[in-house]
Structures are given as C-alpha cells and as structure tokens.
C-alpha cells in the first residue's frame, strides 16, 4: 500500500467550505472544489450573476474567511482569461483559487458605451458630430466579437 507523504488536510479544508461559498455567493459567484484536497485546495469561482464584484473583490472577501492579511503579488492569468491566486494558509494548507472571467454580452457593452459618456469621445475620434445607438450596439459588437475570440 502507498501512503501519501503529506497528511489529510481534506477535513481542514472542508471546515472553510461554507463560508468560503456564502462569500463567493455574496458577491455573485458560484464556488465548486476539485481534486482530492491532500495537500491543496483547488477552488473554482464561476460568475453567476449580470454584474458580479471584480475577482479582486472577491479575493479579498475569501481572504478575510481565510484570516489571510496580505495577498502577494498579481493573479497568474491561466487559459480562457481564468485568473488564479495562490493562498497559503500555513505551512503546508494551500488555497489555490481560480476565477473565471465575466463575459459582457453585447447588450451590456453597448449600455456602457450610452451611459458611461463614452459617446462624446468616440465622435470626437471618429470624427462625427454625434453617434446613433445602433453605432454604439456596431462598436458594441466589434468589442464582443474580440473578447470571443481572445484578442
């Protein structure tokens, strides 16, 4: 029989569970877990609302379940925009956390467009007196279609 090297932290981590998954929910996240939580926690935040806090936010608001002070350094970006912090929590307990990134959908971006006063800026580069809203929905779609595609 093989023994693990590490010991069991899977009772450790699943005390923080529920309060880790009330903060994410708090601030419009799905939490999911994955992996078999012997020397790490691997968590996975999914946006689940319209308009959820940044994952910085977010960050900090499981930090503060975690009774971690300071968060060294910048997220790692992982594939699809996925952002991840690694949260050590003692010794040898780690919180890796990922989060996934809000899509906005056409509608969204062509709202910030409107209501953000960005329009006066994009006539003045433009070179137009004035754009329509359904230059905006045009200019709207070209940011989507980028974000699709990774660009």
């Known amino acids: 029989m093989k023994r693990n090297k ?5 009772p450790f981590y699943a005390c923080f569970l ?3 998954k009330e903060a994410a929910n708090k601030h419009g996240y799905a939490l999911a877990y994955h992996g078999s939580m012997a ?3 691997d968590l ?6 319209d308009e959820p806090s940044t994952p910085e936010v977010l960050i900090q608001e499981m930090s503060k379940v975690l009774r971690i002070e300071t968060i060294d350094g910048d997220p790692e970006v992982k594939p699809h925009g996925r952002l991840a912090w ?9 919180f890796d956390v990922s989060v996934m990134p809000v899509q906005k959908t056409v509608e969204q971006v062509t709202r910030i467009i409107i209501n ?34 990774g660009e």
Do not use: Y
Request: net charge negative; aromatic share 4%; glycine share 4%.
């Open 18 to 20: 529920p309060r880790l």
């Open 6 to 10: 590490h010991p069991e932290f899977s």
């Open 86 to 94: 690694c949260l050590p929590i003692c010794a040898n307990a780690v």
């Open 44 to 49: 996975l935040c999914v946006p689940w609302v």
């Open 116 to 149: 953000k006063e960005m329009m006066p800026a994009v006539c003045e580069d433009s070179g137009q007196a004035e754009w329509s809203t359904g230059e905006a929905q045009k200019l709207a779609e070209a940011i989507c279609s980028r974000e699709t595609v």
């Open 39 to 41: 020397t790490d926690l």
